[in-house]
Structures are given as C-alpha cells and as structure tokens.
Nanobody, 111 residues
Framework: VQLQASGGGSVQPGGSLRLSCAAS????????IGWFRQAPGKEREGVSC????????RYADSVKDRFTISRDSAKNTMYLQLNSLKPEDTAVYYC?????WGQGTLVTVSS
C-alpha cells in the first residue's frame, strides 16, 4: 500500500497548482480520500475530503471556492487543484487514505 504525492512547487500569489497522489496496492474507489497540509510551525490541518460511496465533498473554510478535490478511477489517482493561491497556503501537502499518508509535497506561495 503506497501513496505517492507530486505536483508541488513555487508560485506567485494568484497562481495555480495541481497536486497528484497516485495509489498502489489498493483501489481509491473503495475508500474516502483526503488532503491535509502543515505550514511551518503549525499543526497539520485538514484541507478537503471526499467520501467513498456518495462522493460527498468537504473543504476547510480557508480554501473553499479555491481548491477542488477529485479522483480518477482509471488512473487510481487523487488530485487537489489549487487556484487563487495565497501566501498563507504555503505548506507541505499530504494525501491520506485511512492510516496511509503520502510523503508530502511542498507548496510555496510568494512574490
């Protein structure tokens, strides 16, 4: 069971990134999925999650209307689209399924 995250980088405020998290050893369709982030000096926080069966989606208030969670069954990959990025979005982003975590991908938003 493995989650491999990618897609982080450095962008200017207002920019966009798409984070990917490829799963191996299990099917993402069978589980709820989530994205978390941890900013320097802060605790890890939930960003977004998507339910297994009904696909219900939730976002943290701080990212609502800017971030979009999704998954591609054919590629067994989950995504987080980050738009209108702000400096306060700077963090290491982690994908999560049950007790499994990706290795984290760094997003830096700075002018």
């Amino acid at each position: 069971v493995q989650l491999q995250a990618s897609g982080g980088g450095s962008v200017q405020p207002g920019g966009s990134l798409r984070l990917s998290c490829a799963a191996s050893g299990f099917s993402l369709d069978n589980y709820a999925i989530g994205w978390f982030r941890q900013a320097p000096g802060k605790e890890r926080e939930g960003v977004s999650c998507m339910g297994r069966s009904d696909g219900s989606i939730r976002y943290a208030d701080s990212v609502k209307d800017r971030f979009t969670i999704s998954r591609d069954s054919a590629k067994n990959t989950m995504y987080l689209q980050l738009n209108s990025l702000k400096p306060e979005d700077t963090a290491v982003y982690y994908c999560n399924v049950l007790t499994n975590w990706g290795q984290g991908t760094l997003v830096t938003v700075s002018s």
